[in-house]
């Protein structure tokens, strides 16, 4: 097929997670001409849309910001729902609601799937003075913001994000801090079918017991950092420890159900001190990076990289 692989628009002065953007568009155009597409890759600019589509059969939508904002991703398939040009991953509609973490999170809620308690500004009424909490954009991913002094006593919440608007601008909200196990749940689509992918474990190793336990900006996007070394993934939960690991499957399947998902996601969870699981987050566009967690569950799965990214396109196809 004639391919075009659609990401942000970014520039050299970018952040580190979205000069990523740029090289999964890359590892991803590398896998599709593998397969035997013919490749094309743009960076999404509303007005020069229609010139980029072309004749193309299929977007391959990388997008995850308009002129940095998260909160606008779900234009591009909402551009292409119009325009009747099949794309890769989620719908606008299922991007648009679970890229706004506090409005999926009233359904989770509603629909009887455990999410931890959480509260928005600018009164946080509700809020627990003495209780910890993580401060958190509501829009975006990457763990955008979330480093050691992301998680505060309920009285140092309103000025945590504050400090975080000013920075980076957008909506702060904080949530209830499980101090647990956390999992990483892939899901795609295979042969019409959603199939979730061996679950991966983040675990905290040789941790320095005065930072909170959290994949921050930092474990992800900065060597120096020594979290970036100390928080590993792991697999085998399946074979260890399978009721848990059916519970997992079970809530994956009904996120995916719900929220209307399609093609790949990823669904975070943390286990309570009970080992009750509670849904975080969930993430219609996870990284396609060949080292990012996705691929390595798919690996885990038997998937190679090509087949991975091949996967996702007989999703997509109509």
Known sequence: MRILVLHSCVDATARPDELDTLAVADAVCDALRQNGHSVTRAAFVPEQLDAKLGDCDLVFNLVESVDGQDELCAMIPALLEKRGVPFTGASAAAIQITSDKPASKRILRAVGISTPDWYEGPNWVGLDGSRRYIVKSATADASLGLDDSAVVIGSGVGARA??????????????????????????????????????????????????????????????????????????????????????????????????????????????????EPYVLELNCNPCLSPEAGFAAAAHQAGFDYCQLIDNIVRAAIP
């Open 162 to 275: 504050e400090v975080c608007r000013r920075r980076f601008g957008g909506r702060w909200f904080a949530e209830a801090f499980v101090d647990g196990r956390e999992f990483n749940i892939a899901l795609i689509e295979d042969q019409s079918a959603v199939k979730v992918l061996p679950l991966a474990e983040m675990r905290f190793v040789d941790w320095d017991d005065r930072r909170p336990r959290i994949v921050g900006y930092g474990a992800k996007w900065h060597t120096e950092d020594p979290a970036f070394r100390a928080t590993e993934r792991h697999f085998g939960c399946e074979n260890l420890e399978p009721e848990l690991s059916a519970s997992l499957h079970m809530i994956a399947n009904r996120c995916w159900e719900i929220f209307g998902l399609s093609g790949y996601g990823r669904i975070d969870l943390r286990l309570d001190s009970c080992g």
